[in-house]
């Protein structure tokens, strides 16, 4: 199985704030990567595919890059709505495997 | 608007089948394009892709369930079901249902999740 794995596994920010994520694969998995947002007690809601193109519907305050190991998801100015937990996923081979999740909560 | 409801037994007893259905609307499982998945998320824990199954019946699933999981797909009810058999505690979880994009293997629609509890 691909590993995945995210940094920060949490994270204190204002809004207004940048913030960014960071996911690294254990082995290349092209841009086969997605960013997911999780609220409490919700579904995941998908924001980000492809390594970078933006769902539709998604702010573009959202944005990802990278490829091959290395990806980003970076909020250009945090919004109240924007606390909760980001998961990145590789499509790439299954079983397709999710990272650990990183929380993101107000300071 | 596409919309995915899981549905099933909230508690199962250890030993048994965990049954669940996912059914779709808004778009048809047999006009193909989509993998049907299963993910679930333990308690206060992270995601956990179980397995997919396109319209034809193909399907892939995790390794680690491989022995104990089947899950089949009912076009003439736009549905599509997971069986996971011999459950444990570990089975544990909130079990999601999802659209999985056919190329990129993006999960665009979920449903809103179902605790499957397992315990005498």
Redesign the interface.
């Known amino acids: 199985d691909i590993q995945m794995t995210q940094s920060p596994s949490s994270l204190s920010a204002s809004v207004g704030d940048r913030v960014t994520i960071t996911c690294r694969a254990n082995q290349r998995i092209n841009s086969y990567l997605n960013w997911y947002q999780q609220k409490p007690g919700k579904a995941p809601k998908l924001l980000i595919h492809t390594a970078s193109s933006l769902q539709s519907g998604v702010p573009p305050r959202f944005s990802g890059s990278g490829s091959g190991t290395d990806f980003t998801l970076t909020i250009s100015s945090l919004q109240p709505e924007d606390f909760a937990t980001y998961y990145c996923q590789q499509s790439y081979s299954t079983p397709y495997t999710f990272g650990q999740g990183s929380k993101l909560e107000i300071k | 608007q596409v919309q995915l409801q899981e549905s099933g037994p909230g508690l199962v007893k250890p030993s048994q089948t965990l049954s669940l259905t996912c059914t779709v609307s808004g778009v048809s499982i047999s006009s193909g394009g989509y993998y049907w998945t299963w993910v679930r998320q333990h308690p206060g824990k992270?995601?956990?892709?179980i397995?997919?199954i396109y319209y034809t019946g193909t399907t892939?699933?995790?390794?680690?369930l491989d022995s104990r999981l089947t899950i089949s797909v009912d076009t003439s009810k736009n549905q599509f079901s997971l069986k996971l058999s011999s459950v444990t505690a570990a089975d544990t979880a909130v079990y999601?249902c999802?659209r999985?994009?056919a190329t990129?293997?993006?999960?665009?629609y979920?449903?809103?999740?179902t605790l499957v509890t397992v315990s005498s």
């Open positions: 992270d995601l956990a892709w397995g997919n892939f699933s995790n390794p680690s999601y999802a999985g994009g990129a293997g993006k999960l665009d979920w449903g809103q999740g």
